[in-house]
């Protein structure tokens, strides 16, 4: 399992102060050293810093970067690509990376070692702690009360169910990085989770006089014991104190469904104590206004002129995934901007307009509603755009959202196209390992290490550390997937090459030429 550390910067958190004199401490930087913080672990930040829209948000707000700067680092694909580019081209002085150093303090990922590991740190962090195991026993440098990001193992058992969340940590505070699912554990646990749908309980919810307000989750504890869960929700409690009165809990088991009382609520989690698990979910009391934290999804289709999805939906991973998936499946490319800032008030109905004469866009308005599986958006119809263009969400009392939507966003790219392979390699993985055989996980070994995408050492581990196909077909794709978008295209190439019947049954796109 993949696991990083992060610092969540809500309530109960360290300050900036002290934490930046805990990690000074622990990297051996001091304030005067000649080459600043920032310069010197550069590479560090790049590959391990997360949280990339936070740490934009603050540095707009302190006029560190400007709207401009902030749109062209937000329009890049990965965290990577983000955090270079905010480096190497807005942070031009003393100030500014002092500023920077504050808030990726604030954010920054340790990488889970243990006392044998060789990741690299960062400059000037002593060996001794690295044998002494502290970045790998958390409890010695993250102080209890600090939500520790980690990111969970993903298993797709059936390509027709949800994907299966694994989890395992110590005892501490936790938070899960996919579903923002909390957890408080006094000892070593590990769970799973799959997110369900609403859908099925729409109905039932409504003769209650309740809405969905967070994820539906079902939670089965494999070891151990959660003393403490705390269920993420999107309702926004910050205008009106009044409707943290209004908030319970789906409890759905063998008996039927159940609505539970709540007893503590924050800005974005509930909280269970001593929580007995079954399919559980955070709802709100229908009946009066309710405002929402909110995200803006966009997707570019394959149709020969300029035409966008724009989705607007409640800050819930599980649509947010159901939508990906669904517009992935079409061949469609995900084009991402920031996410509003304010939260905005369901069923209120919301227009989308663009800067530019030519552009159609229908419906004229979208009412702003929670749709678990089929959720309505906004089609933009630009015949033939040659220029950025801007977007904008409005309701009756002005703009909630914009963004610039630039030619890189829409012009079809050898850069597209390469994306796209690692895309659909990800969407794909879960049929693959279903239904690749043996054989073939051989041959595209061997095809793989002749284009020397793989070594002889990688070849080796993926054969003798699993035994069988389907742990030696997500091993090999998960391999070539962190090797970027040019190996991606090749086993797509070979794959072809190899059982070009599966590859169409998949849908498989052509790949490379090898």
Same mark, same amino acid.
């Given at each position: ?42 590479d560090?930040?790049i ?8 740490i ?6 302190k ?18 690509e ?23 303090m604030?954010n ?11 990741s ?13 195991g ?43 990085s ?7 554990c ?38 151990? &014991?959660?003393? +403490?869960?705390?269920? @993420? ?5 910050k205008?009106?104190?009044? #409707? =943290? %009165? ?22 974005s ?8 698990f ?20 966009i ?33 469609? &490319?995900?084009? +991402?901007?920031?996410? @509003? ?9 919301? #227009? =989308? %307009?663009?800067d530019?004469?030519?552009a ?17 958006f906004?089609?933009?119809f630009?015949e033939?755009?040659?220029n ?20 890189d ?66 091993c ?16 797509f ?13 998949l ?8």
């Amino acid at each position: 399992m993949s696991i990083r550390y992060t610092l969540n910067t809500e309530t109960n958190m360290l300050s900036s102060n002290e934490f930046n004199k805990s990690l000074m401490s622990i990297f051996s930087l001091g304030p005067t050293s000649e080459e600043h913080f920032v310069d010197k672990n550069k590479d560090y930040l790049i590959h391990d810093l997360r949280n990339i829209e936070h740490i934009l948000d603050e540095l707009l707000n302190k006029g560190v970067i400007q709207q401009e700067s902030y749109d062209k680092i937000s329009a890049l694909s990965t965290s990577e690509e983000k955090i270079k580019e905010l480096i190497d081209g807005h942070l031009k002085t003393v100030g500014s990376k002092d500023i920077f150093q504050d808030i990726a303090m604030e954010n920054l990922t340790v990488l889970h070692q243990g006392p044998d590991s060789s990741s690299s740190m960062p400059s000037g962090t002593d060996d001794q702690y690295l044998k002494s195991g502290i970045f790998w026993k958390t409890t010695m440098l993250i102080p209890s009360g600090v939500w520790i990001q980690l990111e969970p193992e993903v298993n797709c058992v059936d390509s027709e169910d949800a994907p299966i969340y694994s989890l395992q940590s110590d005892a501490g505070h936790f938070e899960c990085s996919v579903s923002g699912l909390r957890w408080v554990c006094k000892e070593k646990v590990s769970f799973k989770y799959q997110f369900g749908s609403w859908e099925e309980h729409m109905e039932r919810l409504e003769t209650m006089h309740y809405i969905p307000g967070g994820p539906l989750l079902d939670i089965t504890v494999v070891a151990g &014991k959660l003393d +403490e869960a705390h269920l @993420p929700h999107w309702i926004c409690t910050k205008d009106n104190p009044t #409707i =943290l %009165t209004k908030f319970a809990v789906l409890h759905i088991g063998s008996w039927g469904d159940v609505v539970e009382p709540v007893f503590e609520v924050t800005p974005s989690h509930v909280k269970l104590s001593q929580p007995i698990f079954s399919p559980r979910g955070v709802l709100m009391r229908a009946g009066f206004p309710v405002k929402i934290n909110c995200k803006v999804l966009i997707y570019k289709t394959k149709k020969a002129f300029l035409t966008l999805h724009v989705f607007l939906i409640p800050r819930d991973p599980a649509l947010q995934q159901t939508i990906k998936n669904k517009e992935l499946s079409s061949g469609y &490319k995900m084009i +991402e901007k920031p996410y @509003p800032v304010n939260s905005l008030k369901m069923r209120d109905r919301f #227009i =989308l %307009t663009a800067d530019m004469d030519t552009a159609e866009i229908y419906p004229e308005k979208l009412k702003l509603v929670y749709e678990g599986s089929d959720p309505n958006f906004f089609e933009v119809f630009i015949e033939s755009p040659d220029n950025q263009f801007q977007l904008t969400m409005t309701h009756g009392s002005g703009p909630v959202w914009t963004c610039a939507i630039r030619k890189d966003d829409y012009q079809n790219t050898a850069g597209d196209i390469q994306v796209m392979y690692e895309e659909e390699l990800a969407k794909v993985r879960c049929k693959l390992v279903a239904t690749v055989s043996r054989e073939l996980v051989n041959q595209l070994l061997d095809d793989l290490l002749e284009d020397r995408v793989l070594n002889e050492g990688e070849k080796d581990s993926i054969l003798q550390e699993n035994n069988t196909s389907a742990d030696r077909a997500r091993c090999l794709i998960d391999t070539v997937r962190r090797k970027g978008h040019e190996a991606s295209g090749k086993i797509f190439t070979h794959l072809r090459s190899r059982d070009p019947t599966l590859s169409a049954q998949l849908g498989l796109p052509s790949g490379r030429p090898v």
